[in-house]
């Protein structure tokens, strides 16, 4: 078949893509931070890359790449149903709203100004309150805040839609089995925002086997899917419910939520990719990229350093890295600052010189923290190298 007039045709040299990047003059960087969405959070590893373009390649019928990601999705995760979302954010939003709609499939047509008519409370321990508390507020619902269990026995009643828990929360006096169990005497649906929270692989399927009805993961984190995808898993009931509030139906809290069908297949790839990781493969590789930093450093005068597994979110090895500011004269943030200045720019973990923030890293004002699991091969060797230039030029 001719070429329709003005097509290009194949040419090898430009089918590798030209570098928009250089292009727009924006710097690229090794990522010695981790899954941070401001740092675009992480690369896809080449099979998932190569999937992408080649669903770039051909149309599809929305409505059908949807049903079969999630069908398909849902076979690999243990769990009753799934879909793809726009990031774990918004799984929040389409689960929430799937949660007040199960009752009232009209109110999916209200979400969010219209909800007056319609329950609208979600009960969250008072510790578990946190930022993305937008994505569900973005559905006009209320939060009910609770600390013991006799305040979350007593704050069910008819307009309770959803009891709302956040995974790697480091307070809050109730654990997961139980918030779980009160929520569903009540029969009212739990969700769980697990979203930075593999590995360990295993957690796919741990929480809803635990019995929560909704979960969420970003896919652009530990899993290294593409950044705007996330997973949302669960009930069969809830995640069709998820589903009528999502694109492509245009009268829907979703419809501005759409996942492009590059990026579904992207975040398919990406659970295949992450499933056919070995969790142990994966510790062991992160220890030694720490430790091969660790021991470029060690000549540095009074410089200790130490390996710390977060306990819940980005539950993988980080270097913390202290030393005496009295013979070692630059602060961890101004480290920061010249590593990020340098060539190759590099992005230190952002509880860098902070306590707050950390996300369960014990960093605090005297404390450099790498991290190294979005590291390339050979880039811990680059931030080893820059690492002890700047040190070594401060003592
Ligand atoms: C990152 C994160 C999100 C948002 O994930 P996206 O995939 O970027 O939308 C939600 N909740 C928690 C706890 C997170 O860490």
Not at 306 to 330: F, G, S
Request: include cysteine.
């Amino acid at each position: 078949m001719a070429p329709l007039k003005g097509a290009p045709g194949p040419d090898p040299a430009t089918d590798q893509g030209e570098d928009y990047y250089d292009k727009l003059g924006v710097a690229k960087f090794i990522n010695a931070a981790g899954t941070y969405t401001i740092l675009t959070a992480s690369t896809m590893p080449p099979p998932v890359q190569a999937a992408v373009a080649r669903a770039a390649k051909h149309p599809v019928r929305l409505i059908d790449l949807q049903t079969k990601a999630g069908e398909y999705l849902a076979k690999r995760l243990h769990c009753e149903a799934a879909m793809v979302t726009a990031g774990a954010a918004s799984a929040l939003t389409l689960g929430t709203a799937a949660c007040m709609t199960v009752a009232n499939p009209s109110a999916r047509h209200e979400i969010p100004t219209g909800v007056a008519g319609f329950n609208n409370e979600v009960i969250v321990q008072k510790a578990h309150r946190y930022d993305y508390d937008h994505a569900l507020r973005n559905c006009g619902i209320r939060f009910v805040e609770v600390e013991t269990m006799e305040d979350y026995e007593a704050a069910f009643n008819d307009r309770t839609v959803m009891a709302h828990f956040f995974n790697a929360a480091e307070q809050g006096r109730i654990g997961r089995e139980d918030w779980i169990r009160v929520a569903h005497k009540h029969k009212v649906p739990c969700f769980n925002d697990a979203a930075a929270d593999v590995p360990p692989i295993s957690n796919l399927w741990n929480y809803t086997q635990m019995g929560f009805d909704l979960v969420t993961f970003s896919g652009g984190k530990g899993i290294r899917g593409p950044q705007n995808a996330g997973l949302l898993l669960g009930k069969k009931n809830l995640i069709a419910a998820a589903a009528a509030n999502n694109n492509p139906f245009d009268d829907c809290i979703g419809r501005g939520m759409k996942v492009a069908k590059e990026q579904i297949v992207g975040m398919v790839a990406a659970v295949d990719w992450f499933l056919s990781q070995s969790d142990d493969t994966m510790q062991k590789e992160f220890q030694r990229r720490a430790e091969r930093i660790a021991a470029h450093l060690n000549d540095i005068p009074t410089l200790e350093s130490r390996i710390v597994v977060p306990p819940v979110a980005n539950q993988v090895p980080h270097l913390l890295i202290r030393y005496d500011r009295l013979r070692v004269k630059i602060s961890p943030l101004e480290v920061a600052e010249q590593l990020r200045q340098g060539t190759p720019a590099i992005e230190l973990n952002p509880a860098t010189g902070r306590t707050e923030a950390s996300a369960g890293l014990p960093s605090d004002a005297n404390t450099v923290v790498v991290g190294v699991w979005m590291l390339e091969p050979g880039e811990d060797a680059i931030v080893a190298r820059r690492l002890r230039e700047v040190l070594a030029k401060a003592t």
